[in-house]
């Protein structure tokens, strides 16, 4: 079975930077469009960036968060990673990864195959 782990989480002060990762176990090898969202009690669940790796990896962003995140993977694909920079107070959120088989997927939104647990984002100042 598929499995997604974050990690990373934790409290960082505003305009600081955080990289939070996601490991991918299981039967995963199909899972080629993945991405991080991101919510708020309250509020709905936010995509924030996603990947596509075939192709060479393109990427998207939510334009709430684009020029100050960077989605990636690692070289065997085992783990996606959310670098963080210049955050800000609404930055902060549970962070989750997700993963899908790009059938019928679209970036940055949800309804995606595979989700963890989430890991938690505070921001301080």
């Known amino acids: 079975q598929v499995q997604l782990a974050e990690s990373g989480g934790g409290s960082v002060q505003v305009g600081g930077s955080l990289r939070l990762s996601c490991a991918v176990s299981?039967?995963?090898?199909?899972?080629?469009?993945m991405g991080w969202f991101r919510q708020t009690p309250g509020k709905e669940r936010e995509g924030v960036a996603a990947?596509?790796?075939?192709?060479?990896?393109?990427?998207y962003y939510a334009d709430s968060v684009k020029g100050r995140f960077t989605i990636s993977q690692d070289n065997a694909k085992n783990t996606l990673y959310l670098q963080m920079n210049s955050l800000k107070p609404e930055d902060a959120a549970m962070y989750y990864c997700?993963?899908?088989?790009?059938?019928?997927?679209?970036?940055?939104?949800?309804?995606?195959?595979?989700w963890g647990k989430g890991t938690l984002v505070t921001i301080s100042s």
């Open positions: 997700a993963a899908d088989n790009c059938v019928g997927w679209r970036p940055l939104v949800g309804g995606m195959d595979y």
């Open positions: 299981g039967d995963s090898y199909r899972l080629d469009c």
């Open positions: 990947i596509y790796t075939r192709g060479g990896g393109t990427t």
